[in-house]
């Protein structure tokens, strides 16, 4: 059982996970041997039996559950960080912690062994983003999450233990900080311009040209003026479509075959690269903010999905301040994209 200790001195919280160690070569050695053979890889079609019964699927009409026929599964994640068994309880005292509460799923992104993005078909995105939709708006309703986290990490360098292509959703009792500092600057940004920070932000973008790299329906996607990452990209929109949970399959339409080409033309430029891939997800609960941040969340903060290649190690100077080193200026970085779209 995992605890989420509070750290007063950095005002951050720590989740201590022991179920974590038995992850399966997670320690670099037998990286090099990578599963390509499907009978071993628990994540192909036809080995459902490898993993815990799924919890959602999107599958073939006449298909049963865990069987055979789906084209997206979600299971339990079996190393978990969190677990929904945990009671929801918060001790106090100087030592301040949760018990380990929350819910770890793992979405198996495609039936076939693809081990990047970059492989899927146009569909395989879209069924991606209804999967996502699917599992964030079901855990909505448990009132004990503040906090849901949706990642994907590509290649073992950006910490994926699995090749077969997959995501995961952690959701959490707390709101970590970065995210509640994250929608505080958003909500204040809002109440002081009546207009959403990304709204702003890629109007400036726009009006500027220099790090926009593409464009799709309602969606722009742009190198951010301060790229913590080298080739980091955002996608996001001017207006309010919603969030992961709420957006309609016409907008899934539109942002999907936009991040395709946008990662297709980062594999142009960098070869096969590692990444960071993480959908913006506002948080579920009142407390801790200053404002009402549930009434009207869609006005203040856009739906995103932020890339962020994982070309360089962090080393002392960044773990130390937050401050992040990117050798790449987004400049340079949005006009290889936008080139390499035609090459
Ligand atoms: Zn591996
Ligand atoms: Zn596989």
Known sequence: MSDIR???????????????????????????????????????????????????????????????????????????????????????????????FGAHELIIDTPEHHT????????????????????????????????????????????????????QLIGLPIVPKLLRERYQRSFTYYKDKSCALLESEIEQEEASNERIVAKHGDFTAYCPYASAYPFEVIISS?????????????????????????LKNMKKQLGCFTFNLSISTPPLQVKDFEYDIL??????????IRIMPRLYHMAGFEVSTGIMINPVAPEHAAKLLRESKNG
């Not at 964030?136 to 590509?154: C, Q, W």
């Not at 001017?238 to 946008?262: C, F």
């Not at 009434?295 to 995103?304: A, I, N, P, Q, Y």
């Open 238 to 262: 001017k207006k309010a479509l919603g969030q992961i949970d709420t957006l309609h399959d016409e907008k899934i339409a539109e942002v999907a075959p936009l991040l395709l080409d946008i």
């Open 116 to 167: 990047s993005i970059t492989q899927w078909s146009e569909r395989a995105v879209v069924q991606w983003l209804q999967t996502l939709r699917a599992r964030v708006s079901d855990l909505r309703k448990d009132e004990r999450i503040a906090y849901i986290s949706l990642f994907k990490n590509e290649g073992s360098e950006a910490g994926a233990s699995q090749h077969h292509c997959h995501t």
């Open 6 to 100: 509070h750290d007063r001195v950095h005002g951050s919280h720590v989740i201590i996970a022991p179920e974590r160690l038995h992850r399966p070569h997670c320690y670099g050695v037998e990286e090099k041997g990578e599963i390509t053979r499907e009978e071993h890889c628990p994540f192909c079609e036809g080995n459902e039996s490898m993993t815990p019964p799924e919890i959602f699927s999107i599958r073939e009409k006449d298909s049963l559950p865990n069987e055979k026929g789906w084209k997206t599964r979600v299971v339990p994640n079996l190393y978990k960080a969190v677990q929904i068994e945990a009671p929801y309880e918060h001790h106090y005292g100087f030592f301040e912690r949760w018990e380990g």
């Open 295 to 304: 009434t009207h969340r869609d006005e203040m903060c856009r739906f995103s």
